[in-house]
């Protein structure tokens, strides 16, 4: 089966079955990315997918690593940033398993629905979405050690769904001694995108 293409500026980004397809909210962290000062930083793309946002940090002058702990996703990640003329270094970890140093700005675009069956073996296809029972539980992984792998004046940008616990969600973070700010939201059917910027 061929791969799926996406479209984006200049950007042409292949999508493999197994991989997540950017959508709504890749869009809205796309747009903010956008705004952001990237040239010269060390970014990180964790849970990275098709790595259009880190052929987009790297288009824009970023340093940036990409992981995801789906192998195909890593290889579809490679190939993107090398049919669009960037350097991005691509990885397979778990969270930050296999991540070694420490970034300005990390982008994080978690799988974060609810769903009862998180701890079932799972398939690529699956783990794309599924957040755990509660929608965290991938979140809740990544906090846990995010603050060791961002230098001293550097940012997270996460998304979430309204149907992840948007209070819970900044609680978790409040609790492990980040600061939070809502800076965009967005309606799309059945549920609300919120994209958080979280410091030190």
Same mark, same amino acid.
């Given at each position: 089966m061929s791969n799926e293409k996406f479209y984006y500026?200049?950007?042409? &980004? $292949?999508?493999?079955? $197994?991989?997540?397809?950017?959508?709504?909210?890749?869009?809205?962290?796309?747009?903010?990315?956008?705004?952001?000062?990237?040239?010269?930083?060390?970014?990180?793309?964790?849970?990275?997918?098709?790595?259009?946002?880190?052929v987009l940090m790297a288009k824009r002058g970023g340093k940036v690593v990409a992981a995801d702990i789906n192998e195909k996703a890593v290889e579809a990640t490679r190939n993107n940033a090398e049919k669009n003329s960037v350097k991005v270094d691509a990885v397979v970890s778990d969270m930050f398993e296999n991540i070694k140093e420490k970034f300005d700005l990390i982008v994080f675009n978690p799988p974060y629905l609810p769903d009862v069956d998180f701890n079932l073996k799972r398939e690529n296809i699956e783990r794309q979405w599924s957040g755990g029972k509660t929608g965290r539980e991938v979140i809740?992984?990544?906090?846990?050690?995010? #603050? #060791?792998?961002?230098?001293?004046?550097?940012?997270?940008?996460?998304?979430?769904?309204?149907?992840?616990?948007?209070?819970?969600?900044? $609680?978790?973070?409040?609790?492990?001694?980040?600061?939070?700010? $809502?800076?965009?939201?967005?309606? &799309?059917?059945?549920?609300?995108l919120i994209v958080f910027s979280i410091t030190r």
């Open positions: 500026n200049d950007i042409i &980004i $292949e999508v493999p079955e $197994e991989v997540y397809y950017p959508r709504e909210d890749t869009l809205l962290l796309a747009k903010i990315l956008e705004k952001e000062e990237i040239k010269g930083k060390k970014c990180l793309e964790m849970c990275c997918g098709s790595g259009f946002l880190s809740k992984k990544f906090v846990k050690d995010a #603050k #060791k792998f961002l230098n001293k004046n550097g940012k997270i940008i996460m998304i979430i769904s309204s149907l992840t616990g948007e209070n819970e969600t900044k $609680e978790l973070l409040k609790k492990n001694k980040f600061n939070v700010k $809502e800076i965009a939201r967005e309606k &799309i059917p059945w549920e609300e």
